[in-house]
């Protein structure tokens, strides 16, 4: 008889050999982390796919009305947040997260049944514009939470970048979808199509929740019943008073202004070269297929050797730099060709560089700010610098601006962007070096 003593994981079977050469994953956590792989690809699967219609949506509702429907949106957004703070504070996490996949799932119904009137086709696509809007936001940040709350943080710093490499997969899917069953099924019908992959997702929440609770009682998974975020206005008072986090929501004002151009522009220039509507929402799919791809080689390949190699301040002004060669180049030349490479190439940057390096100025702060401000930051200063932006575009217009000068406006905004992510880098390390965070 051997004297040795073994474990359960000394000889673990091949599909989690397999998945321990890209991740360093003990087998009691195994099956959680895949769960939450599978339900971050099914949330954005079911997300993009749904995004090409928001955008022909835009369209349909008529483009002298984007302006409204971003203002719509942020005040949809402002009504949104707190009503989803007071079901938080007094719902558990068990009910909590599932609800509100329920509640978006049913939604997708009610508008699919709503677009069979063609009657109201023009209000039912701005309303849908609007609700799909605040959606993007809502179901990414209670993700979030859900995976904060379940996982210890040493599991989050083992397991959260394979978890995140799900929804940036599921990006991609939900694009390539789109462009291979709207021209058999029609863009409204993909709505339940979307419906039907947020059900997967929901199923994952599900099985996750019970995951959780078999956890030991000790560790921080076991947590089921507090609040997934702090107040809003919480956020606004700590933002105002500090220099810092003014800046922060500067440069998000600023990146968001620059997105809203290039969106209005993107809806007038496609408008003028397509006629169809089907043909537009493809088109629309392919350059968030396009950009999600881009995504992914620039997050396995990049990112890490220009956060690692270079500090927080030049990856924070990648962009910056980059949006001022673009709008400087769209004013040249405001073609159909220009405005895709530059739409895919500024969002592409956005989503693997920006926002990571974007994150890091919050690893230096207090953890009330790291909840409560950022919310405030990444929800109503984000969805308001859109409503602000759509309106300025208008008002340009009206001026007698063109693609070319709209674009030629943009560049001295871009320069106070890099400007400013020059600052908040400084500013960060310099914190990091002598306050470093709780």
Same mark, same amino acid.
């Given at each position: 008889m051997s004297n040795s003593t073994t474990t359960p994981d000394d000889h673990p079977p091949a599909w989690l050999r397999w998945l321990r050469r890209a991740v360093r994953v003990e087998r009691a956590e195994a099956g959680a982390m895949l769960a939450a792989f599978l339900y971050f690809f099914f949330l954005l699967c079911g997300y993009y796919i749904l995004r090409p219609l928001r955008d022909e949506m835009g369209i349909v509702g008529g483009v002298k009305n984007l302006p409204w429907l971003f203002t719509?949106?942020?005040?949809?957004?402002?009504?949104?947040?707190?009503?989803?703070?007071?079901?938080?504070?007094?719902?558990?996490?068990?009910?909590?997260?599932?609800?509100?996949?329920g509640f978006f799932i049913i939604n997708i119904g009610i508008f699919w049944i709503l677009f069979q009137d063609s009657t109201a086709h023009a209000s039912t696509a701005r309303a849908f514009f609007i609700w799909l809007s605040v959606f993007n936001l809502f179901v990414v940040s209670v993700f979030w939470s859900f995976m904060v709350d379940i996982f210890r943080s040493e599991q989050g710093k083992r397991l959260f970048g394979f978890i995140a490499a799900g929804g940036t997969t599921g990006a991609v899917t939900g694009p390539l979808l789109t462009t291979q069953l709207v021209g058999s099924l029609g863009p409204v019908n993909l709505l339940p199509v979307s419906g039907a992959i947020l059900a997967c997702a929901l199923g994952c929440v599900l099985w996750l929740n019970?995951?959780?609770?078999?956890?030991?009682?000790?560790?921080?998974?076991?947590?089921?019943?507090?609040?997934l975020g702090g107040s809003i206005w919480a956020g606004f008072t700590l933002t105002l008073r500090s220099r810092y986090l003014l800046a922060v929501a500067a440069f998000i004002w600023i990146f968001t202004t620059l997105a809203t151009f290039v969106y209005f522009e993107q809806a007038h220039i496609v408008k003028g070269a397509l006629s169809d509507s089907a043909a537009r929402t493809?088109?629309?799919?392919?350059?968030?297929?396009?950009?999600?791809?881009?995504?992914? &080689? @620039?997050?396995?390949?990049? =990112?890490?050797? #220009? &956060? @690692?190699?270079?500090?927080? =301040?030049?990856? #924070?002004?990648?962009?910056?730099?980059?949006a001022t060669a673009g709008f400087a180049l769209l004013a040249a030349l405001p073609g159909l060709a220009v405005l895709i490479g530059f739409q895919v190439v500024r969002r592409a940057g956005d989503y693997a560089i920006t926002r990571p390096a974007r994150e890091m100025l919050f690893t230096v702060v207090d953890r009330e700010t790291k909840y409560k401000a950022k919310n405030f930051i990444d929800t109503v200063v984000y969805r308001g610098g859109d409503a602000i932006a759509g309106w300025l575009f208008a008002g340009l217009g009206a001026l007698g601006l063109g693609t070319a000068g709209i674009a030629a406006a943009a560049v001295p905004l871009c320069?106070?962007?890099?400007?400013l992510a020059v600052w908040l880098g400084r500013a960060q390390k310099q914190r990091a070096e002598t306050e470093p965070a709780a």
């Open positions: 719509g949106t942020f005040i949809a957004m402002l009504v949104a947040v707190p009503l989803f703070g007071a079901a938080a504070a007094r719902l558990p996490r068990r009910t909590l997260v599932p609800a509100v996949y019970r995951w959780a609770e078999r956890q030991p009682a000790s560790t921080h998974a076991k947590s089921t019943e507090g609040a493809v088109l629309f799919a392919k350059i968030d297929l396009a950009v999600n791809t881009l995504t992914i &080689l @620039t997050q396995i390949f990049i =990112t890490g050797r #220009l &956060l @690692t190699r270079f500090g927080v =301040t030049p990856t #924070l002004s990648a962009m910056p730099v980059i320069l106070a962007w890099m400007a």
